[in-house]
């Protein structure tokens, strides 16, 4: 079974013991891969454990009449090499203790052994309500209210309902697919933290956890399980209901567990098809209430519950599809027994399997798991941090406390307290592969780039800008018709204009009469008189200016497209608005929205700036350009609508502005255009990469750090 010793020098402690099983512990057969195990279940006090077929061969002979001693020298004689080692069996009996599923004729010095057990229960209860990101609250014992209730939900366990919760899902997501873009502009616009929008949250969100722990209780009762705990749960500091369905682990179909686990799932996707459709049809307070719904039902689901990477619903779902019980704490044990097997000269427990496929299981799943749960946290106190700082900066020192320093140091005890251990080998191991980590973060540069989604655009001699305030009076070509350079496209007139004009001119010749009419023997009076014409010339030449302005000629040569599609004759124009575009044949250039978290970037050196044209026969070309310029300060306003979600974009625009207002404010780069970049159309997408000067991972991760932390006590 091991090679670890067979003798052990604390089996005098336990080798009179007479165990026995509780007398109301329940054993149910379960196959796992074609092996055989058994679930002993405890039903006054909810507890399960899982035993293979050879150790409970052992187990099922604990009935209080044979010494642990004499056990055990059966097992030898039966199993042989199988057979447990001491210690493996005085670890054995301290897990069965510590699961009080064993009786034991006296403690004798046992106490001391399962002291152990004691204490990492005790241990596991404080954890219960110290980790800020979960605590769990009892409140009540539910068993015989849901008994009352199963037999109302009979109906809904069949293949009919089955099917119609697909088909529900299937209407649900063919009506919304169409109205996608306005989805995205609503969820924009939605500010959740508002007092309005918080309290409905804060209403809705318990009440449908609510309905999916009780999805996991009716069905567990159901299939002929009990419910004997439920509580509040603090998720976040989020109240949220919960149910303790851990009897369906003693289920042996694993169908069934696989339908506890899912039930909760399927009734939040349920309610969020149905919210869906109230969505598309209702406005108003039923509206936003329909939305949140969508929301949690849909989000919250494939992000936590569903989420086979994190312990809840969707873990104890792949758990039983893959037919490995405890998957996450195997896969945990065996990626550390591989890390410690290159300081231990023998393999340990952690590589102890029961089919060879469970190795890549384990070592994928431990690995995965680890690096989700690390981007999770650490996404939550980065989420936090943006509205309430201290609070978020609290957790993310929790997080780096529970995640890096107490492993750490765990590991430090295994190096200094493991007697089967190499230690100048250990040392010398983990203080190198410390090392080579820290050189690599600090020290080592890695590839930095931007990458951003921009437009093919317009130069800036081919947008048609009104120079003031003003109203198109006469239009001279119409839209789509093929200018020249110097063509009049349209007049746009100020009635004001000419009555400045008028009194402009009139000022300046009453002052050139006095200056003519009067003899000004005063050196400061005439000073005075010839700076005031000199200020009505300049005033005068100024409105002259703005009036020739009036007629609005081609730059350059090419299509006249007026912007909107409208007529522009008629059309009242605010100084600086576009009216129209003269399209050039070939010259084009390009726009790019940088978020305010990359500009930082561009301050460094620039590599190198790539284009990728989303509307060509070869896709895969790659272009080089360079930045022309980029506006000094951060606009809430981009070139084209088609960067926004109002047109298929990823900004969100602001549904308090037009089409090319988005939420979060952005730096407008332009690009120069490839010499060897093929004709495409205005509009057409492209994808830009950035190239930064090479920096070290730390300094990276510290930029960011000051970015989102600091940045925000300033703000």
């Known amino acids: 079974m091991s090679d670890s010793p067979l003798f052990n020098e604390h089996w005098f402690r336990v080798r009179d013991l007479t165990p026995s099983l509780a007398g109301d512990v329940e054993i149910q057969r379960h196959v796992n891969r074609q092996q055989v195990e058994y679930v002993l279940h405890r039903k006054s006090t909810t507890s399960y454990y899982r035993l293979g077929a050879k150790s409970f061969e052992l187990v099922g002979k604990f009935d209080g009449t044979q010494s642990v001693n004499e056990l055990w020298e ?21 897990q069965l203790h510590e699961a009080e599923l064993l009786v034991v004729s006296s403690r004798l010095d046992a106490e001391q052994l399962f002291q152990r057990g004691d204490q990492k229960k005790r241990r596991e209860k404080r954890q219960r309500y110290l980790n800020p990101l979960f605590m769990r609250f009892r409140l009540l014992d539910p068993d015989r209210f849901l008994s009352l209730i199963c037999p109302y939900f009979r109906f809904l366990f069949n293949r009919t309902t089955l099917v119609l919760w697909g088909l529900l899902l299937l209407l649900a997501l063919s009506k919304l697919a169409p109205q996608w873009n306005e989805l995205q502009n609503e969820i924009a616009g939605f500010n959740f933290l508002s007092p309005q929008y918080a309290l409905l949250f804060l209403f809705v969100y318990p009440a449908l956890k609510l309905l999916h722990e009780l999805a996991h209780g009716i069905t567990l009762k159901r299939l002929g399980g009990e419910v004997h705990e439920f509580g509040i749960s603090l998720m976040v ?3 949220i209901p919960y149910v303790d369905a851990s009897a369906a682990a003693a289920l042996p179909d694993k169908r069934h567990r696989i339908l506890v686990s899912a039930a ?6 349920a309610i969020a098809a149905i919210a869906t459709l109230v969505w598309l049809s209702t406005d108003g307070l039923i509206h936003d209430i329909a939305l949140i719904l969508m929301l949690i039902g849909s989000l919250s689901t494939v992000i936590f519950n569903a ?27 065996y990626v550390q027994g591989i890390a410690s097997s290159f300081l231990i000269k023998k393999k340990t427990h952690a590589f102890d399997l029961n089919t060879p496929g469970e190795k890549f299981w384990l070592i994928g799943y431990g690995i995965s798991s680890t690096l989700y749960r690390i981007i999770l946290m650490i996404s939550i106190a980065y989420l936090i941090s943006d509205k309430y700082f201290f609070f978020g900066a609290a957790l993310a020192l929790w997080i780096a406390f529970t995640l890096f320093i107490q492993p750490g140091w765990s590991f430090l005890q295994f190096i200094t307290k493991e007697s089967s251990l190499k230690r100048p080998r250990a040392i010398l191991i983990s203080g190198s592969a410390a090392a080579a980590l820290v050189s690599a973060i600090v020290l080592i540069p890695v590839p930095l780039s931007t990458v951003a989604e921009g437009i093919v655009w317009l130069p800036e001699h081919a947008i048609i800008r009104v120079a003031n305030t003003c109203e198109v009076t ?11 350079r110097g063509d009049i496209l349209f007049v746009c007139e100020d009635p004001e204009m000419p009555v400045l004009i008028s009194t402009y001119r009139a000022e300046l010749r009453e002052l050139e009469a006095e ?8 050196r400061v009076s005439r000073n005075k008189l010839y700076h005031q014409i000199n200020t009505a010339k300049s005033r005068l030449a100024s409105v002259e200016a703005i009036y020739t302005n009036q007629i609005v000629r081609a730059r350059n040569t090419g299509q006249l497209v007026i912007a909107d599609d409208l007529l522009l004759e008629g ?14 044949a070939n010259g084009r250039t390009v726009h790019v929205p940088i978020g305010q978290d990359d500009i930082g970037n561009l301050r460094n050196h620039v590599a190198a700036v790539e284009i990728q044209f989303s509307e060509e026969t070869n896709k895969r070309q790659i272009y080089q350009s360079a930045i022309v310029q980029h506006t000094p300060q951060a606009s809430f306003e981009i070139a084209s609508a088609a960067l926004s979600t109002s047109g298929g974009g990823k900004l969100l625009s602001d549904p308090a502005g037009d089409d090319r207002t988005v939420i979060e404010p952005v730096f ?7 010499e060897n970049a093929p004709a495409l159309h205005v509009g057409s997408r492209v994808w830009v990469k950035i190239e930064h000067a090479d920096k070290p991972i730390f300094f990276r991760l510290l930029e960011k750090a000051q970015r989102a932390f600091l940045g925000r006590i300033i703000a």
Do not use: C
Not at 77 to 92: H, M
Not at 474 to 484: E, K, L
Not at 515 to 521: A, M, Y
């Open 74 to 94: 059966l097992a030898i004689e039966q199993q042989g090499a199988e057979a447990p080692t001491q210690a493996e069996l005085i670890q054995l009996l301290a």
């Open 237 to 239: 500091l989020l109240p």
């Open 264 to 269: 909760g799932i399927m009734v939040e996707l």
């Open 307 to 333: 989420n086979p990477l994190l312990k809840f619903d969707g873990y104890y779902i792949l758990a039983d599809l893959v037919e490995i019980p405890n998957l996450a704490q195997r896969s945990k044990q």
């Open 474 to 484: 006469q239009q001279n070509v119409q839209n789509g018709q093929i200018v020249q």
């Open 515 to 522: 200056r003519q009419g009067q003899k000004i023997t005063s």
């Open 571 to 584: 059309r009242f124009l605010e100084q600086g608005a576009i009216a129209a575009y003269v399209v050039p």
């Open 668 to 674: 407008n780069l332009e690009l120069a255009w490839p």
